[in-house]
């Protein structure tokens, strides 16, 4: 029974993107929205509104950008997940959830062959960013970064060589790796934290949704330290007359 839930979200979600995506093309070969058949991207409502159904009811998702006190707010993050500190939060800063509030990203791949893997990982790499050069007392944790694709044109065991080949050539640190590739109805790549440099694939076929569920949840369900420090994203230099 309780897979059956995600068999049929799963579903519909993937019914959907196809049907966006096979619109009909005109005679200058664009779809009705202008847009060509190849560079088309998919309407992700439908994926947005089964996400917000699965995440732990204390947490918000939505396609808000996140920011860090340095100002450094990265381009490709579709959803993040985050506490709702205060109600207007994302009106203060203009329809950004400050750093210390966000739980994960989620990065949307509508195809990942050779182009659109390079793009996903990238995206999460520019995400990774966030407060990495801040100077703090402690650390910063790592915001989790999630990848969901519609489809891929890889195999299994070479999407993991590519993936390995994209951090390897290119000398990119392990803490800017993504922790879980998610393709509907196909399979999920996973960080294999126990060794460097490793992924671990899984081909759960229409068990995708419900163990990227399972998954995502676990780095969900953290004690995060929601303190903030709302001076630091004040960037007026006013001076104010004191008596």
């Known amino acids: ?23 009909p093309a005109r005679d200058d070969g664009k779809t009705a929205k202008g847009k060509s058949k190849k560079e088309e991207i998919p309407n992700n409502k439908e994926l947005k509104d089964a996400l917000i159904k699965i995440i732990p009811s204390h947490l918000k998702l939505d396609t808000l950008r996140l920011v860090d006190s340095s100002g450094y707010s990265p381009d490709g993050v579709d959803f993040i997940i985050y506490k709702e500190y205060f109600p207007d939060i994302k009106k203060m800063l203009g329809g950004k959830i400050p750093s210390e509030l966000v739980y994960a990203t989620i990065h949307i791949s509508s195809n990942l062959n050779n182009k659109g893997l390079h ?4 995206n999460v790499v520019q995400s990774r960013k966030v407060d990495r050069y801040i100077e703090r007392e402690t650390a ?3 915001i989790p970064a999630f990848i969901i694709a519609y489809n891929t044109t890889y195999s299994f065991p070479d999407l993991k060589e590519a993936i390995i080949d994209y ?20 399979g999920i790549i996973i960080k294999n934290w126990r060794e460097k440099r490793s992924y ?3 081909e759960t076929g229409k068990d995708t949704l419900m163990w990227f569920f399972i998954l995502m949840n676990e780095y ?3 004690n995060k330290d929601e303190s903030i420090d709302l001076r630091n994203y004040i ?6 007359n004191e008596y």
Request: glycine fraction near 0%; charge should be positive.
């Open 140 to 142: 910063s944790p790592i």
């Open 220 to 222: 969900l369900d953290v």
């Open 119 to 122: 793009k996903a990982l990238n």
């Open 1 to 23: 029974m309780f897979s059956d839930y995600f068999v049929k979200l799963e579903k519909n979600i993937i019914k959907k993107f196809k049907s966006e995506t096979s619109k």
């Open 200 to 202: 671990i694939a899984l």
């Open 235 to 240: 960037k007026q230099s006013e001076r104010y």
């Open 167 to 186: 951090y390897i050539t290119r000398s990119i640190s392990s803490d800017f790796e993504t922790e879980i590739i998610t393709i509907l109805n196909k």
